[in-house]
């Protein structure tokens, strides 16, 4: 029952340590580089966040988050910008506008499957890539939108390191509940088997709507959250690579767990800058990495040692538990 | 709870799987559906369901068309069924695939569960002692933390039909529920049967197994080539010559 200890001060311990370091961090009067680092992680947090739900829980194949990503911060940039919205409206636009596609393109869009959705958000990606890149007029094209401003109470690092980071806590939080009610059972049920899923009564096309427009959301507050701490956004962050990092990321640390969201957005921030010595070639470590991964972890850092822990404590109950089992009940091994 | 099937026809292309096949389900009953491979069964049971709405004909629930509604909106008039191979939510623990099952009657709105309000958590909980009670019933509650991937086939047919349970339907269609199983598993299948009809559920069952459909049917319905062939109570129906022949001319 030592196990049994040690998992309830992990449990416990872990998130009360996590929460801690993070009110302290900007205490700590590190470089502005580091902190500049953590404002990112919470950013890519969000973004993969919102990933998740879509692909990792509903099983939905996305390859629009960048697209959502860059939506949500060329709407804030532009309203700030050219005409002087003030910041939270800026930031609630940004949450809207890629909200609202995924809204009004997502029902159409889901009913596809497998290859076909995949292609079928490549398409919205990149459709929204191409608009920022090519509507010179509005987005300043490839250029991108300079001179975005943030509010003067909000100009020192740390009160907007403090905003990114309760944004970013909240969205894990509300993943995390949504993660552990009949919401989140529904998406993974639809994952698993759709068929088995609508003969339980749930709708699918509704669930899978709403978990793409939340990535969306979540992802256009990401945007609008970095448009403001670079005051400087182009459309190269927001192309089709970004959407297969974020995946790849995703992927690396569990699709569908909380866990896996957290190394996942760790990694993506981090790795390029601790292999600066390849310099461009950091990709390829990235690709490295997702090949092993895919090889020896197939769901996943997290995801592993998830299913790796709950095998073992089924494995525990069933040999505390004295009755015997029936022998009638006993299955037929295929 | 009428269910009333009403010249329902299928056809997949050129080929008709149903002809014109009526039938009145009596509540409270045991309704089994027999016939020969190919027979249309589990066509009908498709067409009843919402998976594979018929191309002719109706199916009435208390006297309302239900056969153009999408699956999901079917389960919700209280009309649940299993698969002919077990469709499980394999990557789910034992427990969770009940939970699921319960997802009408404990889900929340939306803000309520990303807020993780009490009220929600307190529906959970309640869920969760529901759904051990529907695994005691098909004795797998000492399983309830395993993934259901992990489990052996007969205890995967058994997680099947828990979870069906647990959706309080008022119509439970079995489609082949002892296929693949042994005959110790399959006499407390029938036993679960016979329980899940004195809870009040009308049972339709497609079955092969021709000891355990006599052994507990109240009325048999016999397909052969996408038609009504015979319809009776078990005692009638073994002695019908038009049903031998269909099932010693597929033998023969």
Known sequence: MAGRRVRRTVRVGGPVLALLFLAAFPLLGLKPYFSQLMDMLGIVLLLILGLNLIFGYAGQISIAQAGFFGLGAYTAALLQAKLGWPFPLAVLAGVASPSLLAAVLGTPILRLKGYYLALATIGLGTMVYEALEQWQDLTGGPIGVMGIQRPPALDGEALYYYLIWGLAVLAFLMVRNLDRCAVGRAWVAIRENERAAAAMGIDAARYKLLAFVLSAALAGLAGGLYAFLNRYISPDSFGLNYSMILIASMIIGGAGTLGGALIGSGLLVLLPELTQAFADYHLLVFGAILVLVLRFLPRGAWGSLRRHVADHRAGEATAASPTPEPQALAGTPR | ?252
């Open chain 2, 1 to 252: 709870m009428r269910l009333h099937v009403e010249n329902v026809s299928k056809t997949f292309g050129g080929v008709v799987a149903l002809s014109a096949v009526s039938a009145q389900i009596q509540p409270g009953w045991i309704t089994s559906i027999i016939g020969p491979n190919g027979a249309g069964k589990t066509t009908l049971i498709d067409a009843i369901t919402g998976f594979s709405p018929p191309t002719g004909g109706r199916v009435l629930l208390d006297g309302r068309p239900i056969h153009t509604l999408p699956p999901h909106r079917v389960a919700a008039l209280g009309i649940s069924r299993t698969f002919q191979t077990a469709l499980l939510f394999e990557e789910m623990t034992v427990l969770e695939n009940v939970l699921v099952g319960q997802h009408r009657s404990i889900r929340s709105g939306f803000w309520p569960s990303a807020g993780g309000l009490p009220a929600v958590r307190a529906r959970e909980r309640r869920g969760r002692a529901e759904a051990l009670a529907c695994l005691q019933l098909v004795g797998l509650e000492r399983l309830a933390a395993f993934r259901a991937g992990s489990l052996p086939y007969g205890k995967k047919r058994l997680l099947e039909l828990a979870r069906a349970i647990a959706s309080h339907p008022d119509l439970l269609l079995l489609d082949e529920p002892a296929a693949g199983l042994n005959t110790e598993e399959t006499a407390v299948l029938a036993g679960m049967i016979a329980r899940i009809k004195g809870m009040g559920i009308t049972v339709v069952l497609v079955e092969h197994d021709m000891s355990l459909v006599m052994s507990i049917s109240d009325h048999i319905l016999v397909l052969n080539f996408g038609r009504r062939l015979a319809e009776g109570p078990p005692h009638e129906i073994r002695r019908d010559p038009r049903v031998i022949e269909a099932y010693l001319g597929e033998e023969g």
